[in-house]
């Protein structure tokens, strides 16, 4: 005796929790729990010393320079100032491509951020981290 196909009823409306729409949707609108909403003012102020020290440091070494002092503490200086700058590059720039803006915004901050690394950190810092608003959680 063949077996009866069970019958299988094909509707158009999808469970709106399940549906691949809904998931793609609900997965778009979380928000990255790293972002700089969720940062608390200490942390915030932390982002800002490691934004600002290459533009101290860099004004420090090219005054020592100017002066005409060349001993190993100059060139420990200009060192720790490159080193300084590269590190903070990488936070930045990977907090760059964390905050929500547009594509053309982006490139225009990693230039500036590569060809003005003094300068542009310390803005990028107040821009996008220290004038982030905060998150506002609601506990029950």
């Known amino acids: ?15 709106p929790v ?9 997965e778009a609108n979380l928000e990255e729990p790293h972002s700089a909403e ?6 915030r102020a932390v982002w800002g010393i490691v934004a600002f020290v290459p533009m101290f440091a860099g004004a420090a070494f090219l005054g020592a320079l100017a002066s005409g002092a060349a001993d190993p503490t100059v060139i420990g ?10 590190l903070a590059l990488l936070f930045f720039g990977n907090r760059l491509f964390k ?3 547009r594509s053309e915004k982006r490139v225009t901050w990693a230039m500036a951020l590569v060809g003005l690394a003094p300068l542009a950190l310390p803005a990028f810092w107040y821009r996008y ?11 029950d």
């Open 1 to 15: 005796m063949a077996r009866a196909k069970p019958l299988v009823m094909q509707s158009s409306i999808a469970h």
């Open 18 to 26: 399940t549906a691949p729409d809904s998931q793609k949707q609900r």
């Open 38 to 43: 969720h940062l608390s003012t200490g942390a």
């Open 77 to 86: 200086l200009g060192l720790f100032t490159l080193l300084w700058t590269g």
């Open 99 to 101: 905050v929500r803006m």
């Open 129 to 139: 981290i220290w004038s982030a608003p905060t998150s506002r959680t609601v506990h």
